[in-house]
């Protein structure tokens, strides 16, 4: 695939666009830990690389970046709001995933917390990880744009990978990059100015109605070798999912899920 343009994004993304910086790198370690690092960059910056050597997603899990075939962005964020719901941050960038992924053409869902699915085998093709460093958070997104390399491997809960090109749209990674942080623009925007509130901003009910968690059984892995399983019920207003563990609500604010229908 072609090589990403830092001139034509930033012309739009930051000259005629809501983004304060945008730049390009051919390769690095991660975008996420590279805007962690700088404690100079401003609200609403934007890092891409077209090659990533140690990219993360949840739990330090590694997430493979070839080069020019995903794209692999972080955007960094100084909001007012109360530091208790920048973890919702994640459940916004999802909004936005699926809102790029109806832009161009593929029906998608939202796996809870943070994962983009799609097809019919409900494959992993995106995944966000947000970090808070300071007073500042950073959101990292990873999604597979081209043709699958051998070497991406099933994701958590044994999902398997795919792209958007592996689902029949057929696009270039600068179209996904404009439309992706526009969107997220767009549904940060709304979250900031609620004040950080999932319900208020009309987010949650975006997210709820597209997550393909709700209705699902599921275990869900917890820090420490912990696991629940139940009827996953709820996504609340904290961005919490809600499972009934055997009549019992339980709110649980982070851990991997495993849709167990889907592997029946």
């Known amino acids: 695939m072609a090589a990403l343009d830092a001139d034509t994004l930033r012309k739009a993304l930051v000259d005629d666009g809501p983004y304060a910086a945008l730049d390009v790198v051919a390769t690095t370690g991660s975008t996420n830990a590279d805007l962690m690092a700088d404690p100079d960059a401003q609200d609403r910056t934007v890092l891409i690389a077209e090659e990533q050597t140690e990219g993360r997603g949840r739990r330090s899990r590694e997430w493979v ?16 709001v109360p530091a208790a719901k920048l973890g919702a941050l ?12 109806r832009h161009v053409g593929l029906m998608a869902s939202l796996k809870w917390p943070n994962d983009l ?13 947000a970090e808070v460093t300071g007073d500042a958070v950073v959101v990292g997104i990873g999604v597979n744009v081209g043709r699958l390399p051998r070497e991406v491997p099933a994701g958590a809960g044994g999902l398997p990978a795919t792209s958007f090109h ?41 997210y709820r109605a597209n997550c393909a968690t709700l209705g699902q059984r599921v275990r869900v892995e917890l820090p ?28 649980i604010s982070a851990g991997d899920v495993v849709h167990l229908r889907a592997l029946a």
């Open 117 to 129: 699915l799609a097809g019919a085998s409900m494959a992993k093709c995106a995944g966000i990880l």
């Open 224 to 251: 420490g070798d912990e696991a629940r399983q139940g009827l996953a019920v709820e996504v609340d207003a904290e961005g919490r999912l809600v499972v009934d563990v055997d009549g019992t609500a339980r709110a």
């Open 65 to 80: 970046s070839p080069p020019e075939s995903g794209l692999y962005l972080s955007v960094l964020l100084r909001p007012t």
């Open 166 to 206: 592996e689902e029949g749209a057929n696009v270039d990674r600068a179209e996904v990059a404009l439309a992706l942080l526009r969107s997220f623009a767009e549904v940060e925007r709304s979250w900031r100015g609620a004040g950080g509130d999932l319900a208020t901003s009309g987010l949650l009910a975006e």
């Open 90 to 101: 994640s459940l916004v960038a999802g909004v936005a995933l699926v809102r790029t992924a």
